[in-house]
């Protein structure tokens, strides 16, 4: 079976105050650093996971830092977990449309960590965005029951496989909390 702990990222800096800077650099919080340490010792208590990979947004590659440095992996970065401001298919600005795209974007990566990594555990970190489009994609393909496919900042979903369909998703809140 194929574990994936599929994280969203930790307490981050308000798009607010962020204005007028690349969202892409957003950063954690000094309470979003905390959670992130938190996130890495519950991870890490379970054994140093196969790979970590991150969307390329600054507070997601941040939520995993810790846990990085913990275990002696390097965090490898895709653009398949990060949110996107537009989509490249004619939408109208309908929000349905940009959340299909997410999720069938997600649902690649996490195909392809299921090939390559196959029996083993993989933890990603992505955003609030894409992991319930994520959710619900496989819940359709799969069959996969779920209440809800939101997560509370630095929350997870450990996601179970067999072959590659999903057969279980269980949520974690915020470590600590």
């Known amino acids: ?3 994936i702990e599929l994280v969203r990222h930790a307490q981050a800096h308000g798009r607010r105050q962020w ?3 690349p969202e892409r650099e957003r950063p954690l919080t000094g309470e979003g650093r905390r959670q992130a340490a938190a996130l890495a010792e519950a991870i890490a208590a379970a054994g140093a996971p196969a790979a970590l990979v991150s969307s390329p947004y600054t507070r997601c590659v941040q939520t995993l830092e810790p846990l990085s440095d913990l275990v002696g992996r390097a965090i490898d970065l895709d653009e398949g977990l ?3 401001s537009t989509v490249p298919v004619l939408d109208g600005g309908d929000p349905w449309v940009a959340s299909a795209w997410l999720g069938g974007r997600a649902l690649g990566v ?4 299921v090939r390559r990594f196959g029996e083993r555990r993989v933890v990603a970190c ?3 965005d894409v992991i319930p489009a994520l959710l619900t994609t496989l819940s359709g393909r799969d069959g996969l029951e779920l209440s809800d496919a939101r997560l509370p900042m630095c929350g997870r979903f450990v ?3 067999e072959g590659e369909g999903c057969v279980d998703a269980q949520a974690h809140g915020t470590p600590g909390r």
């Open 1 to 3: 079976m194929t574990v």
């Open 19 to 21: 204005a007028g800077r």
């Open 82 to 84: 990060g949110e996107a």
């Open 110 to 113: 996490v195909g392809r960590l």
């Open 126 to 128: 992505s955003h609030g």
């Open 159 to 161: 996601l179970r496989f």
